[in-house]
């Protein structure tokens, strides 16, 4: 099963299940084969800005 990352700045999660078809990211795209220009699409983030949840962390969702 593929890692969810998290935007630190806003809180998204970015599920590679679902991809970001807005931003041309089709479901199935691991984070790590986003292109490095893509940003968060709530609140503009740069990749670098996410990091991987941690397997049984709680997102408090």
Known sequence: MASK?????????????E????????????FED?????MCPI???EKADFREVQPGEDLDL
């Open 19 to 30: 991809g970001d078809p807005d931003s041309g990211i089709p479901p199935g795209t691991p």
């Open 34 to 38: 986003i292109p490095d220009d893509w």
């Open 43 to 45: 609140c503009g983030a």
């Open 5 to 17: 990352w998290i935007c630190e700045m806003c809180g998204l999660i970015y599920d590679p299940e």
